[in-house]
């Protein structure tokens, strides 16, 4: 199965950014988020939709409805620049699955 | 802090075979499920293999399938991935990560090691 996300998302800083994840099976799987800065390893940022780490900013926050599933910043930050990944597996948990990942570019 | 160090990883030619590893600390290695994730130059993440903590169960992705083998040493806290008949296209970074999970099973990737990189090219 597939996760379609889109490919850039531009915001100017102090604004809200959205950034979409959008599968067939989200209805009934969890997604997980992870950014990645510039030549960083990927980091997890919301995992089971909504759930933060207690370490990640308050101003990142996942909802789902239905078939997507969106990553929230509110008042971006300089910072927040990064590639953001959406993750999903199937009801095993053994077949994972990325969305293509989105550029978010703050103005 | 959870670390996780990834080695191994250097210049090859298309059929050749390599084996990376990673080395694990400051967790309980033999209780977490283990996954390789790997990313082409300028492109996104694929995942590529998980195996299990309690039963060394193994899954794989279809492009890796049959040319790829996951294990794990719990007694070294290590990972490896031994990759056979490289093809050009699985040239990429690729990092170990830590499944962790909750009470109910659901699991995530955290936290993510630097990567080591393997190129195949002729």
């Known amino acids: 199965y597939e996760l379609t996300q889109p490919p850039s998302v531009s915001v100017s800083p102090g604004q809200t950014a959205r950034i979409t994840c959008s599968g067939d099976v989200l209805p009934k799987e969890f997604v997980y988020w992870y950014q990645q800065k510039l030549g960083q390893a990927p980091v997890l940022i919301i995992y089971?939709?909504?759930e933060r780490p207690s370490e990640i900013p308050e101003r990142f926050s996942g909802s789902s409805s239905g078939t997507t599933v969106t990553l929230t910043i509110s008042g971006v930050q300089a910072e927040d620049e990064a590639d953001y990944y959406c993750?999903?597996?199937?009801?095993?948990?053994?077949?994972?699955?990325f969305g293509g990942g989105t550029k978010l570019t703050v103005l | 802090e959870v670390q996780l160090m990834e080695s191994g990883g250097r210049v090859v030619r298309p059929g050749e075979s390599l084996r990376l590893s990673c080395a694990a600390s400051a967790f309980n290695f033999e209780e977490y499920d283990m996954s390789w994730v790997r990313q082409a130059p300028g492109k996104g993440l694929e995942w590529v293999s998980t195996i299990n903590w309690n039963d060394n169960s193994t899954s794989y992705a279809d492009s890796v399938k049959g040319r790829f083998t996951i294990s794990r040493d719990n007694t070294r806290n290590s990972l490896f991935l031994q990759m056979n008949t490289l093809r050009a296209e699985d040239t990429a970074l690729y990092y170990c990560?830590?499944?962790?999970?909750?009470?109910?099973?659901?699991?995530?990737?955290?936290?993510w090691g630097q990567g080591t990189l393997v190129t195949v090219s002729s």
């Open positions: 993750q999903s597996a199937d009801s095993s948990g053994s077949y994972v699955v």
């Open positions: 089971k939709d909504r």
């Open positions: 990560v830590r499944r962790d999970y909750d009470s109910r099973g659901y699991s995530w990737f955290d936290p």
